[in-house]
C-alpha cells in the first residue's frame, strides 16, 4: 500500500481563502479591521522565521498586524506590562507571544495574563479548561486545531477509532487529545515514561506525532491504513553540510504501510498559521458580536 499523502499546503489555503472572505464580510459590516499583535522575546533564529511568516500571512487575509521585538533580557515584569496594554486596546483583537520565552520568564504566568478572549494560542486556562469540557466559545490552539482538520480531510467520521497522540506538551499533545476525544475516539497519550511505544503505535487508527525527535516513529510502528500525522520539524545538517527539515516518522518507511500521511514540510506547518488566522478572526467575530449585543442594551436601556 502507499498512502495518500495530506497536503497540508492545498488546505491551509482554503482555510487562508475562507478567513480572507470572513474578514471581508466583517469589515464590510462596518467592524474595524481585525488586528494580531505577536510579541517575540529574544533572538531565536527559526522563531524570527515562525513570527515572520505569521505577520505576512495575517496582512495577506486582510488583517492587521502589529509585531513587538523585546530584548532577551526584557524582565517579566515588562512583558506583562505590554501585554496588559494589548489586552485594555480595542484595536487589538489577537494576541500572540511565541514561545521558547528566555528561561527567566515564566511561560503560564504570560499565558494566564492574555485576556481570554484574545488569547489565539488557546494557552490561557480558561481556553484550556472550555476545549477540555466541549463549550462553546473557546479558543483552540493552532496546531491542534490545524491537525484535526487534517485528519477530517481523510475521514467522514472519526468516532470510535483508536487515536494515540505521541507526545503530552501544552501546546500540541494534550489539547490534540481532548478535542479527539471531543470527537468521540479513543484516546491514549504516549510520553517520555511511555513503555512500549511500538506496540501502542500499532494499535492506532489516527496516530499524531509530536515529539521533535527525528524519525521516532518508525515504519513498522505504524498500523496498516491508518492515518498518520507528523507534527515534528527538525532542521537536520546532512554528511555535505546541507540542510533539511525532517519530521517525527521515517517517511519513506511510513508511507508504504499508513493509509494517509502528512509530509513534512507542507503538512502540519502551514495549517498551523492557517488556524492562526482563522483564530484572530474569530476573536475578532466574538468580539464584534459581543459589542452589537451591549449596543442592543444600551439602546433598550434608554
Ligand atoms: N512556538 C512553537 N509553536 C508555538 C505556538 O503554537 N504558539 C506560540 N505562541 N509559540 C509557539
Known sequence: MTARIIDGKALAAEV??????????????GVAVP????????????SHVYVSNKVRQTEAVGMRSRRFVLDANTTERRLLDLIEELNRDPA?????????????????????AIRPD???????????????AGMQGALVPCTPLGVMRLIKSVHDDIAGLGALVVGASNV????????LLQELCTVSIAH?????????????DILVVATGVPGLV????????????????????????AERLVGDVAFDEAIDVAGAITPVPGGVGPMTVACLLANT????????????AAGIDRMTAV
Do not use: W
Open 192 to 204: 517520555i515514561r511511555t513503555t512500549d511505544l511500538e506496540r501502542r503505535c500499532r494499535e492506532a
Open 281 to 292: 478572526l474569530s476573536a475578532a467575530q466574538m468580539e464584534a458580536a459581543r459589542s452589537q
Open 16 to 29: 487562508q481563502k475562507q478567513v480572507a472572505e470572513g474578514v471581508a464580510a466583517l469589515v464590510g459590516g
Open 92 to 112: 487589538v483583537n489577537g494576541i500572540l507571544v511565541q514561545f521558547p520565552l528566555p528561561p527567566h520568564i515564566d511561560t503560564a504566568r504570560v499565558v494566564t
Open 218 to 241: 518508525r515504519g513498522q510502528f505504524i498500523k496498516p491504513g491508518a492515518t498518520v500525522i507528523d507534527v515534528g520539524i527538525t532542521r537536520i545538517k546532512s554528511e555535505t553540510g
Open 35 to 46: 488586528e494580531l499583535a505577536v510579541v517575540l522575546v529574544g533572538y531565536d533564529p527559526a
Open 172 to 179: 500540541v499533545g494534550r489539547p490534540m487529545a481532548r478535542l
Open 118 to 132: 484574545k488569547d489565539v494560542d488557546g494557552f490561557n486556562p480558561l481556553n484550556v479548561g472550555r476545549t477540555a
